[in-house]
């Protein structure tokens, strides 16, 4: 079952430019984590973020989480070419199963 | 790091024959995988969670009796496709976590299932 809403569903934005993305969940959670899918691949973990913490820092990202809107922001700086993408939230609660957000598409022209 | 492999990359078969994708721990024991299919342009969907050397335990909608999961070892999920149809031809990806549920998640690099 998917509990993650992510918004915007597509992100167009110009080399250099800033992305940010958005993820709301609907149940209490252990951990936040944002992945990078590549057209066609598999899944490279990015960042986690405990349900205690509220920003984590990981070279151009940067997380948020806010536990009593249940969201969950993800901070791309001066993004690349390389970073385009698709990204996803991905939130684990009990059971240690990880649900994942329907993603975001960005397109980083050069 | 942790690797997770997994086997075929991809797949084309006949509608009505079986598909079987292996899942392997390369240098941990993945006491739990999870098996995602993906549908293009979507998101992962779970649809079972497994366990060495017990059932797998499957989401709501999914059908045991068509996507079988095996876990007979630490390093080794199977999910075999049976008696394929064209609407299974999906993007399908596991993942495995050693130790405990605190340790991390590693994904394997999918299996492009297309059932012609």
């Known amino acids: 079952s998917q509990q993650g809403e992510e918004d915007p569903q597509a992100l167009s934005i110009q080399e250099g430019e800033n992305a940010t993305m958005n993820c709301s969940y609907k149940?209490?959670?252990?951990?936040l984590q944002w992945y990078r899918q590549n057209s066609g691949r598999g899944l490279v973990h990015l960042i986690l973020i405990r349900s205690n913490e509220r920003e984590k820092h990981s070279g151009r990202l940067r997380v948020t989480l806010d536990t009593s809107k249940k969201s969950s922001s993800l901070l791309i700086t001066a993004s690349r070419a390389a970073d385009t993408a698709s990204y996803f939230c991905a939130t684990e609660g009990g059971g240690g199963k990880l649900i994942f957000g329907q993603g975001t598409e960005l397109s980083v022209k050069p | 790091g942790a690797v997770v492999s997994q086997h075929p990359s991809w797949v084309i078969c006949k509608s009505g024959t079986s598909v079987k994708i292996e899942c392997r721990s390369l240098d941990f024991q993945a006491t739990t995988m999870f098996w995602y299919r993906q549908f293009p342009k979507q998101s992962l969907m779970l649809m079972a969670t497994s366990n060495e050397g017990s059932k797998a335990t499957y989401e709501q909608g999914v059908e045991k009796d068509k996507f079988l999961i095996n876990h007979a070892s630490l390093t080794l999920s199977t999910l075999t496709v049976t008696s394929a149809h064209p609407e299974d031809s999906s993007f399908y990806i596991c993942?495995?976590?050693?130790?405990?549920?605190?340790?991390?998640?590693?994904f394997g690099n999918g299996t492009r299932l297309t059932v012609t």
């Open positions: 149940t209490s959670i252990n951990n």
């Open positions: 993942s495995a976590r050693g130790g405990t549920y605190n340790s991390p998640l590693h």
